[in-house]
């Protein structure tokens, strides 16, 4: 296989994995107009499906948008082709996770997967715990929380953690790439 | 006090009810047990799936939503208040109706069945389909005076895939209206409140934050209800603006309406203390 077609089959893979053709996008930009988000991604999200409609999967795979992406779909219930971006973002990330290649923005990476930490653990996340804990130091959580918010946060951590009786059950669900590479 | 029969119904509180947003939790159960509907907690639920696990690994999210499936009674419709929660439940029971060999390696892995029938419902869609004619009835404030924002945040937009689905489109504002308070419906009540960019990056979510609560204000609104609790936390926790608004839990309203007295272990969990609010409009002492 040439590399053309290989780039192109890439792009095959995400729409099959996320079950969104995204051929019929004509890069009207409504996505871009609704994403709350979109200054603190590299690209925006319509020029994330052109970097694969051109073949450019790294560039994909590698962006901050990706990762930037919260899934809200406010850009899908615009998008006049009823195209799911938000399956695209997904289906990217799990392959940029899967394909080992540089992520985007490492540090929200750090965060899912204290999430899955907890979950594994527990069975449940515990949110405000795990910001609190996540990364104290090489992100400035506390830097930005006055006085009450720091109460607040200790009153809210008052019921942690909430935990699965048959946690065996729980970590016979842990058997993906998680458990390979941690 | 007259008599009014009870519903039974599978309660999923998810993990943001359960711990951070317990306020939201104890007066959801509160006022349902006003209006005669029993929230049953599922035995030993885990976490939906939701965001972290679907990020990481789309088979993990299967299975832990599946799971929660596998632990719900037949017989009775499974709540639950978080619209994520929701959409993941909903989401793996479409996945698992149409994948019969995952859904038997899952079963075999639980030794269960996995209840594929099961409604799942939010509580707002409880209240519209079983509450509505009680509500009138069981009320005992008015929430005259309380112009709420009903914030919706994304919980209402949905993948197209989900399109068909029911959801609470308005019915914030239906029932808090029969109620006495009045909507205010031109502030930003459908921006994303930043979900886990709030932990990550709280330097891109703070001005969006605050860009709803201005809307909020100069909407001459006195505050804002929320459907999901985590839009709750980050509308309070990342705001930075002059004027502040307390944000409530749609339940915490709910409860008070109809004559909950237990509210001050509610509200003390709040970053923007509603009390002087309440306390202007008589609605609490
Ligand atoms: S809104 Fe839809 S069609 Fe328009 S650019 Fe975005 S994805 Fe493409
Ligand atoms: S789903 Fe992602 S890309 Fe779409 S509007 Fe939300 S954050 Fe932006």
Redesign the interface.
């Known amino acids: 296989m040439d590399t053309a077609s290989q780039k192109r089959s890439l792009a095959d893979a995400v729409m099959a994995r996320s ?1 969104t053709n995204f051929k019929a996008c004509y890069q009207c930009r409504a996505c871009a107009g609704g994403c ?2 979109i ?2 991604m590299d690209y925006p999200p319509n020029a994330v499906l052109r970097l694969l409609q051109y073949g450019m999967t790294q560039e994909a795979l590698t962006c901050k948008t990706i990762w ?1 992406c ?5 850009c ?2 615009q998008c006049p082709m ?3 971006l ?2 695209v973002m ?1 289906t990217l ?2 392959m940029a ?1 899967e394909e080992g290649v540089a992520i985007g ?1 490492p ?2 990476l750090d ?3 204290e ?2 930490r907890s ?1 594994e653990r527990y ?9 609190l804990r ?1 990364k104290m130091s090489t ?1 400035s ?1 506390f830097k ?1 929380l006055d006085v ?2 720091k109460m ?1 946060a200790k ?3 008052d ?4 935990k ?3 946690i065996k ?2 970590a ?7 458990r390979e590479t941690s | 006090m007259s008599q009014i029969s009870q519903m039974d119904f599978s309660y999923f509180p998810g ?2 009810l ?3 947003a ?1 306020e939201s939790s104890l007066s959801m159960i509160k006022s349902a047990r006003i209006l005669g509907l029993n929230l049953i907690e599922l035995e ?4 939906c799936g939701s ?10 999210a299967l ?2 939503a599946a ?1 929660n499936l596998s632990l719900a009674p037949a017989g009775r419709p499974l709540v639950a208040m978080c619209p994520r929660c929701l959409h993941y439940l909903r989401s793996a029971q479409l996945c698992l109706r149409d994948d019969g060999e995952t859904r038997r390696n899952l079963e075999e ?2 030794g269960r069945p996995i209840n594929l029938d099961v409604e799942i419902i939010h509580f707002m869609e409880v209240l519209v389909r079983y509450g509505l004619n009680r509500l009138g009835e069981k009320a005992r404030r008015s929430l005259k005076g309380l112009k709420f924002v009903p914030y919706y ?2 919980t209402l ?5 989900l399109s068909r689905q029911k959801y609470f489109q308005g019915e914030m504002e239906n029932i808090l209206t029969a109620l006495g308070a009045e909507p205010v419906t031109t502030a930003l009540s ?3 409140c ?9 330097e ?1 979510v ?1 001005p ?1 934050v605050n860009e709803i609560i201005d809307s909020a204000v100069a909407s001459r609104a006195n505050c804002l209800v929320t459907a999901c609790a ?1 839009c709750q ?1 980050n509308l ?2 990342r705001c930075t603006t002059k004027t502040r608004l307390p944000i409530f839990h749609f339940s915490e309203i709910l409860a008070l309406a109809l004559g909950a007295e237990d509210y001050e272990e509610w509200f ?4 923007v203390d509603p009390r002087p609010l309440l306390q202007d409009l008589a609605l609490v002492a």
């Open positions: 079950g709350p988000f200054k603190a930037v919260v899934g809200c779909h406010t899908s219930s009823g195209i799911d938000a399956a997904d990330r799990l996770v923005s540090h929200i965060f899912h997967e999430v899955l979950l069975g449940r996340a515990h949110k405000l715990g795990i910001m996540h992100k959580w930005d009450g918010l607040l009153r809210k951590l019921l942690w953690p909430s699965v009786k048959d059950e729980i016979g669900l842990f058997q993906c790439y998680w | 993990c943001s359960a711990t951070t317990v030993d639920w885990n976490c965001s972290s696990a679907s990020t990481l690994c789309k088979n993990l299975a832990m799971r892995q639980f945040g994304c937009a949905r993948p197209p895939r459908h921006r994303c930043g979900s886990f960019l709030s932990a990550t990056d709280p891109v703070t969006l985590m936390l309070e926790i003390v969990r709040h970053l």
